[in-house]
């Protein structure tokens, strides 16, 4: 007896999770970089602007992870067959 496990859908799900991820996070620290201005006065522009060139990398990071992903996920076979465990039976 064999289970069937479908795993080239968990290597889809994480790249699209980084991807959400990575365009929101990167557009939030463009958007910081340019246009919004700090939210309190004690901040000086200087490190403002720093902090969102790093969240702005931080972000195209996580889009590079998602392709890095969605190609890898291209070469992991669509199901996998491995011999049933004892657990899944009690089921």
Known sequence: MTDKVKIRGLVRV???MFLVWGAVVSVKGLLDAFILMPESEFVPMDKWV????????YGL???AVAGLLFAYGRRVP??????KSPESSLL
């Open 50 to 57: 720093k902090y969102a060139g790093f969240e702005a990398c």
């Open 14 to 16: 994480a790249g699209w």
């Open 78 to 83: 669509e199901w996998i067959e491995r011999p």
């Open 61 to 63: 990071a996580c889009v």
